[in-house]
């Protein structure tokens, strides 16, 4: 019956979310609702019995996803103190039962087991990756002593049972959206329902995930012919992937497997959605911006009038600002930011109600939003004029005041811990310094620099507070500096346990003598 194969197929996802689901057959339903009662009194026992009698029911009618739903379940019975590990119970048991199912219902059990593994390794990984790995018969070892190795070998084994089920996933009416009906999460309903409908490609993308979660660069054989990875689709498929057993090639010929699937279908939005996370697995690996840009934008001219390639060209300008933030003094990527932005105005003209429309006007936000840093030396020189280096983006003046403060106030500042009571107090002392400056106007949004020349101050301590706004504290954008003005230096060495102090002039490196030095334990 079509609602008896949603059900079982949906406990594969979330067992607790099918408890409170009806079976038009009435024993079925009888049964399982008296075993919903027995688990919600926390009568693990009893429950554990109802599920026995479940099991020898649909054993006696050949009913394969009632079966396979008793099997699930023992998830949560098999969570009692006898258990030491109650996931490896579940798998010993189900691993036991596999032989009972046909091909669907035994990839769905397959994949579950792997899953169940994989909850346990990265909830215990800490621990299993100081273990040596076994390799005697598993069976009678407790899971906690197992190796890295040994849950890798397991994990794959059962992703192999289920992915060589292919040919029966592809050919079973049970769908995505059949197995996630009653599932709360509106949004995970959409992204599977959409891109992943049928049986056979939740499965594989699952698997997917974990081997792409699995994968590290440093796997990476140089005589591998990684440019084969970034093929068009069509070419991709045909692609000769190395033999071997590595997560990443494990991943790349599940994507192959989808895509080839895709290509023979008609829906263009599977495709691409199986294509762009293809590209962006083979990125995060292989970090080749330029081969990952190309590749963005090919799917952009291949599918341009297809709603899903406004989130691709807004996956585009958004490498295209990364990489010139990680390059930003290379001339190379000087017009990134302009392309960028007029990749993301071109998206939104065209595609005005797409849903990624936010994170591509967030993406123009970042690339105009001004910015400026500012360093200079904490000690000046008196009566000469202050350098100041100033880094700036999208900025056309900046506004900035010095203060004088005594040492009190400045350890008073220095221990007030609140921005706003900090700038509050700072406001209460004489500014002898107030002035603005005005920058060159840029139109690439790239970041600038230029030597400022503040006006020469006498001898004391100072703050300076610069902002791109003028006579406000409010404002994200407001930078202090503290920094003190003084003609003399000092150098210290130790010798046999002694201190040496030398005071100099701090302009011409000459000593200094007769000067009073006061020494604080900080």
């Known amino acids: 019956m079509k609602t008896k194969k949603f059900f079982i197929v949906f406990m594969t996802i979330s067992v607790f979310a099918l408890l409170a689901f009806k079976s038009p057959e009435t024993d079925y339903d009888k049964l399982w609702a ?36 008793t099997i699930l379940y023992r998830q949560e019975t098999m969570k009692k103190p006898e258990n030491e590990i109650p996931d490896q119970a579940f798998i010993q ?87 996630l009906q009653f599932f709360q999460s509106s ?13 056979f490609e939740f499965i594989f993308h699952r698997a997917a995930n974990y081997y792409q979660n699995a994968s590290s660069a440093d796997d990476l054989d140089k005589t591998w012919n990684t440019s084969l990875w970034w093929m068009p689709a ?70 341009g009038d297809n709603p899903l390639s406004s989130e691709i060209a807004t996956e585009l300008a958004n490498s295209l600002v990364s990489q010139y933030e990680r390059h930003s003094d290379d001339s190379l990527y000087f017009n990134n930011l302009l392309e960028a932005k007029e990749l993301c105005h071109k998206t939104i003209a065209k595609f005005p109600h797409a849903e990624n429309v936010e994170k591509t006007m967030k993406l123009i936000d970042h690339i105009v939003e001004p910015d400026y840093k500012l360093l200079l030396n904490d000690v000046q020189l008196p009566n000469e ?36 009571q900090y700038l509050k107090k700072l406001m209460q002392q004489p500014v002898v310094v107030e002035n603005k400056v005005i920058l060159p106007k840029e139109t690439d949004y790239r970041w600038h620099s230029t030597l400022l020349a503040l006006p020469p101050l006498e001898n004391g301590l100072y703050i300076i507070l610069t902002n791109l706004e003028n006579n406000t504290i409010d404002s994200e954008k407001l930078i202090t500096i503290q920094f003190q003005v003084s003609g003399l230096s000092y150098l210290t060495s130790a010798d046999d346990g002694k201190i040496t102090l030398r005071t100099l002039d701090r302009k011409t490196g000459k000593p200094i003598e007769n000067v009073e030095v006061s020494i604080y334990s900080l």
């Open 385 to 420: 004029n202050i350098p100041v280096a100033l880094n700036y983006r999208n900025v056309n003046r900046l506004y900035y005041k010095i203060f004088k403060v005594n040492e009190e106030v400045l350890s008073d500042l220095d221990h007030t811990r609140n921005k706003t």
């Open 234 to 303: 069509n070419e991709f498929v045909e692609a000769q992937l190395p033999e071997s057993d590595s997560p990443m090639i494990r991943c790349l010929s599940i994507y192959q497997e989808l895509i080839r699937y895709n290509l023979q279908n008609t829906d263009d939005n599977i495709l691409i959605y199986n294509d762009y996370k293809r590209y962006q697995y083979i990125n995060g690996l292989l970090g080749d911006d330029k081969k990952y840009q190309e590749a963005l934008l090919q799917m952009i001219n291949q599918h």
């Open 34 to 69: 008296s075993f919903a009662q027995k688990m919600g009194q926390s009568l693990f026992r009893t429950a554990e019995a109802e599920l026995d009698s479940i099991e020898a029911l649909a054993l006696s009618e050949n009913n394969q996803l009632q079966l396979l739903k």
């Open 187 to 199: 949004n995970v309903i959409n992204q599977y329902v959409e891109y992943e409908p049928t049986l």
């Open 93 to 179: 048991y189900a691993e036991s039962k596999i032989d009972l199912f046909d091909s669907v219902t035994a990839a769905i059990l397959h994949e579950e087991i792997a899953d169940v593994y994989q909850t346990y390794y990265q909830s215990n990984s800490w621990k299993i990756r100081n273990n040596v790995a076994i390799d005697d018969d598993l069976g009678d070892v407790s899971m906690k002593y197992w190796g890295e190795r040994n849950f890798r070998e397991r994990i794959d084994w059962h992703y192999s049972e289920a992915l060589n089920l292919s040919d029966a996933l592809k050919s079973s009416t049970i769908t995505t959206k059949y197995c």
